[in-house]
């Protein structure tokens, strides 16, 4: 919005202050003057302002001007517009609220005998010209002008009608089901039973509050004018608006609560105006006023209002005296309250002031004790409270589970694993694909594309997209990880837990001019799984996979380089190779390993809490085991083979080589099977070694190796 | 260095014992000519591996019994020389022609193992997180699917309020049929989670709430759909506006160095009342004015206010104690986008989202 201080500055004599000046007093009372605009000598500036939702009233020159003189104390110049005394009416013109629920006032003015044309110098000089011409305005039909000056001096919308196109008088009403009105911006609507219009006898003239009509607009050949000024109700006005698409000034601000004793002023100010070019006023103004409206806008209640409560809810001030009965009293007096003594309520609050408060018309924000508070903080400066700091309370409790997304968290990063966030939404079809449980995938009503049309189940879609991202401009060593909620249910009953994605591509993270990097591997990616699981204190943790068959590998990944996740009896993820068919579905011509642990689960374990064992002081020695197996003897089968002989001096073993050759048979792998043994109180003899390792191979012999010789 | 092993010793007389240990003190004696000090004590004085310690197991402990006497004599003899030669071999050390023959190439980059980078989100939510945890300030988090009531209606946006238009709102599908305040929606702040903790927990709170949120925004260079804030709330008795002011100007300047300034203006959400923007001086020209404040000196970086009391009352319906005229708070909320990037020099809010390596990894 713009407004000249040249314009303000005619409603506040004695305003001294520079335009930059007031610019930043006004900007730190909430009445925020983005830009400020010098327009030359004795111009004065053009300012652009933002001005909050709530402060409709100040969006028009007289509002602000009402500001600055509570701001600096200064008197306001009242809005009073001397009209020439009427030529009487054979009868009053006829003007009936029929919608009592959705207008306020009507007020009617007839003017007879004008000239259509260019607007001419007015009363105070050239005020419309000479404004209009700052703020690039355009100058258009002196009724025209009349209603956009009225608008930008005051806020109030008001509508002019060619009174030659009536047939009878005023009716604001519903419309009628199926009812036609073509409106100014020469669109043809059909009405709705819930519209609010402006009628004559026969038919909709105007979207109350909206916008005028079509046919009864002011033409260069019209001759008889009716003015409107009038009060709507803000939902009534915003549904009829919503309704046909349409935000007007005029909408814009019925929604947010007009002024209901400003439209005979603006009736008076549009008068003034069109009458210059000649004309004269038939009979008083007609002045329709609803008094439920009345009672909830112009006539409210006072409200009562205590020192005590300004001083409890605004603290401290820079100023040693605080908030006194003065400062209450000035402020909320030149924002146009009045303010009536009254006795305290409790003896013990004497001495401090207790008020009722009426409130100004044009302020239908200020209701409560709260509001008056808060006008109170606003126009004293926000910025002369003090910086204090209150009182430490209770102790700091942290999330239950922030020690485990932490822990999740610091594997990945230490993994060399870069830490993403991806769009919480992904397209119906990627929702299906990476559901953990099928169906229970949530649209959205209204998503920002196709692509975005579900919640995520899964954080794989958002990985892919990433990896792909990457790849598809040259990145090709890809290490990514996103820590998010993902979503399940139904539209019904939305379902959220923190799940861990994460997808590698390329090389190891090795940054090197002397060692050449190495491809990432599945059992890459099973390490880093490895160890995010080992922070948790697992029971009964194992990885298995099934046969493609079986149905039960998400679609998403290679059904036999693939690994689910279990424990303590509940699946916990999922890792592997992306599928061939997805990769090419994306256009993917690398490996790209991708898994998703489902935190919700991870984080039901207790974070594992290191103990310390005693480290043997005796040698440990190590005996290398050259093992033939067949193909289908996986090495979990060897593992627990070595787990089952329980020799306590047994402390570890481990693969130390996998290989095949051609001296082997050809379904057979060779694997080298290291062992370390160690006692915690001795150093081990000889034949004791013998025999442990006599065990092993009985052992790993039954599990159906064959030792190399 | 491996040790080359001592003989094998089959005879014990006294010509293969004389020979035996005369060939070891000629190798002890041109060790300590060619080796530094330190290597020559491993070798021959080694506890573990030493040559010495060599002979005393295999040759000693093998000598049969008429021979110990004689190895032992032997032993101690050779023992002492190594001990004098140590002594001398210090002395002299590698030359340095043949140290340089040993030279490397000290400037080629060091080999990392390159670790993952925290998300610049991540860590600026954690440091904002940090310095309301050392105020005293619990961490609370909700759901990002919420229902319009928490969203909205509690928060004092009654049905049909024109501020509801500022936050364009994503919708879960199907929800026409439900009453309003059920209906669920991608919360468009992270506000509903003082309602929900304000129905857990009577007062005192004090929590700072980091969370993800969405508004159903076009997407330009510093608008995203998706986004992150990190509200606060602070309620106890006798908590006041010049609380609120002390307690933001204290976190500014932890989070952006002492010399800053706060600057306070009215402002306007419907769940606090009265309601303020927070300017910080520019961290980037000391308030000068210069192109990323536009000249103005200040920077505009949270919304906060005084709780309103309609939302207290909508907290006394499940906790009674949440009675305005008794109690008071603050709330405050800002955007993790905005602070990062003024902190990391990124002028794409897009590229937060978009997972590229090279953008990620510069945050290491």
């Known amino acids: ?709 | 260095m491996a040790n080359e092993a001592i003989p094998n010793l089959t005879a014990f007389d006294e010509a293969a014992l004389e020979k035996a240990f005369t060939a070891l003190e000629a190798q002890a004696r041109s060790d300590a000519a060619s080796l530094e000090k330190e290597p020559f004590r491993l070798k021959w004085l080694g506890r573990k591996q030493g040559l010495l310690n060599e002979v005393s197991d295999q040759w000693l402990k093998a000598a049969p019994p008429e021979a110990k006497k004689s190895v032992g004599q032997r032993f101690k003899t050779l023992k002492e020389l190594a001990e004098g030669l140590l002594e001398q071999a210090s002395g002299a050390g590698p030359t340095d022609a043949s140290l340089k023959a040993e030279a490397i190439d000290i400037t080629l980059p060091g080999t990392q193992r390159l670790t993952g980078a925290e998300h610049p989100i991540t860590r600026t939510m954690n440091e904002i997180v940090a310095v309301f945890a050392a105020l005293g300030y619990s961490v609370g988090v909700g759901p990002e699917v919420e229902t319009d009531f928490y969203n909205f209606e509690c928060m004092n946006f009654p049905p049909g309020h024109p501020a509801r238009d500022t936050q364009d709102t994503l919708v879960v599908a199907n929800q026409e049929r439900k009453p309003l305040r059920d209906r669920l929606l991608l919360r468009t702040h992270t506000s509903p989670v003082q309602m929900r903790t304000m129905e857990q927990q009577p007062p005192p709170v004090r929590i700072v709430i980091p969370g993800k949120v969405h508004r159903n925004d076009a997407a330009d260079a510093t608008h995203s759909p998706i986004f992150h804030q990190v509200e606060g709330l602070c309620v106890d008795t006798n908590i006041t506006f010049s609380d609120l002011k002390g307690t933001l100007d204290h976190a500014m300047k932890a989070l952006f160095g002492s010399s800053v300034k706060t600057r306070f203006f009215p402002s306007f959400f419907p769940f606090t009342e009265p309601s303020a923007d927070v300017q910080i001086s520019c961290i980037f020209c000391g308030g000068k004015g210069c192109r990323k404040c536009k000249d103005s000196g200040w920077i505009e970086l949270l919304g906060c206010g005084m709780v309103d009391p309609a939302v207290f009352a909508f907290a006394a319906e499940k906790q009674p104690a949440y009675d305005a005229k008794k109690i008071s708070g603050f709330a405050f909320g800002m955007g993790v986008e905005r602070i990062a990037m003024m902190k990391y020099g990124i002028s794409e809010i897009g590229s937060l989202f978009a997972g590229d390596m090279r953008f990620l990894g510069q945050f290491a």
Request: aromatic fraction near 8%; charge should be negative; hydrophobic fraction near 45%.
């Open chain 1, 1 to 709: 919005m713009k407004i000249l201080t040249q314009w303000l500055r005619s409603y506040l004599s004695g305003l001294s202050v520079d335009d930059a000046q007031l610019a930043e007093d006004l900007t730190l009372r909430g009445i925020a003057v983005e830009g400020n605009y010098p327009l030359g000598e004795g111009r004065g500036s053009l300012y652009e302002m933002d001005i909050t939702t709530n402060r409709v009233d100040a969006m028009n020159h007289y509002g602000i001007a009402r500001e600055a003189a509570a701001i600096y104390g200064l008197p306001l110049k009242p809005l009073e517009f001397a009209l020439l005394a009427p030529r009487p009416a054979a009868s009053p013109f006829p003007v009936r609220i029929e919608a009592e629920d959705a207008c306020g006032r009507f007020t009617a003015r007839v003017l007879r005998g004008v000239t259509i044309g260019e607007s001419r110098d007015w009363f105070a000089g050239a005020e419309v010209a000479t404004y209009f011409a700052l703020l690039e305005q355009k100058m258009i039909l002196n009724a025209v002008d009349a209603t956009n000056f009225a608008w930008l001096a005051m806020g109030q919308p008001t509508h002019a009608f060619d009174l030659d196109k009536l047939e009878g008088g005023i009716i604001v009403r519903r419309a009628r089901m199926g009812e036609r009105l073509k409106t100014l911006d020469g669109v043809d609507r059909v009405l709705d039973a819930d519209d609010l219009v402006v009628a004559d006898h026969r038919k909709a003239l105007a979207l109350a509050g909206v916008m005028g009509g079509w046919d009864t607009m002011i033409t260069p050949e019209t001759k008889n004018v009716l003015i409107e000024a009038a009060w709507f109700d803000p939902m009534a006005v915003r549904q009829t608006a919503r309704r046909h698409g349409l935000h007007t000034d005029a909408s814009h601000r019925f929604e947010r609560g007009a002024d209901l004793n400003a439209a005979p002023v603006a009736s008076a100010l549009v008068s003034a105006i069109l009458l210059a070019n000649g004309g004269w006023i038939e009979g008083e103004l007609v002045d329709v006023c609803v008094a439920a409206f009345e009672e909830r806008t112009a006539r409210r209640k006072p409200i009562g209002l205590a020192l005590s409560e300004v001083r409890r809810i605004l603290g401290k001030t820079d100023d040693e005296e605080g908030i006194g009965a003065a400062t209450v009293g000035g402020v909320l007096t030149a924002l146009g309250c009045g303010l009536a003594s009254q006795p305290p309520a409790a003896p013990q609050t004497s001495g401090q002031g207790m008020w009722k408060v009426t409130l100004p018309s044009w302020r239908l924000d200020l209701e409560r004790e709260i509001d008056l508070i808060e006008e109170v903080a606003r126009v004293y400066g926000y910025n002369r409270f003090a910086n204090t700091l209150p009182a430490f309370g209770e102790g700091v409790k942290a999330l239950p589970w922030a020690e485990k997304e932490a822990a999740s968290r610091s594997v990945m990063l230490a993994a060399g694993f870069n830490e993403a966030i991806g769009s919480t939404f992904c397209s119906a079809a990627d929702g299906a694909l990476t559901a953990p449980q099928p169906g229970l995938v949530v649209p959205l009503g209204n998503p920002l594309s196709e692509e975005a049309g579900v919640l995520r189940p899964s954080l794989v879609p958002g990985m892919l997209a990433m990896i792909a991202g990457n790849l598809n401009r040259d990145v090709d060593d890809v290490r990514l990880f996103e820590l998010g909620t993902v979503f399940g249910g139904t539209t019904e009953k939305v379902e959220e837990r923190p799940s861990l994605g994460f997808g590698a591509a390329g090389s190891l993270p090795v940054e090197s001019a002397l060692h050449t990097g190495r491809v990432i591997d599945f059992h890459d990616v099973k390490g880093v799984v490895e160890q995010v699981l080992a922070k948790s204190e697992m029971r009964g943790m194992y990885f298995d996979r099934f046969p493609a068959e079986a149905g039960l590998t998400p679609e998403w990944l290679h059904p036999y380089r693939a690994a689910r996740v279990v424990a303590d009896g509940a699946t916990v993820g999922w890792f592997g190779l992306l599928h061939p068919r997805e990769a090419a579905a994306r256009k993917l011509r690398q490996a790209v390993f991708i898994g998703e642990l489902y935190l919700d689960r991870l984080y039901k374990m207790p974070l594992r809490k290191p103990v310390a064992r005693e480290i043997s002081r005796y040698q440990p020695v190590r005996r290398d085991f050259s093992l033939v197996l067949d193909e289908s003897i996986p090495w979990e089968t060897i593992d627990r083979a070595m787990a089952e002989l329980h020799i306590p001096e047994l402390v570890e073993w481990r693969v130390r080589e996998v290989f095949r050759d051609e001296r082997l048979g050809k379904s057979e792998y060779a694997l080298l099977l290291g062992a370390t043994f160690q006692a915690q109180d001795r150093t081990l003899r000889e034949e004791e070694l013998q025999a442990f390792q006599a065990r092993v191979v009985e052992a790993v012999s039954k599990a159906g190796a064959r030792l190399r010789v």
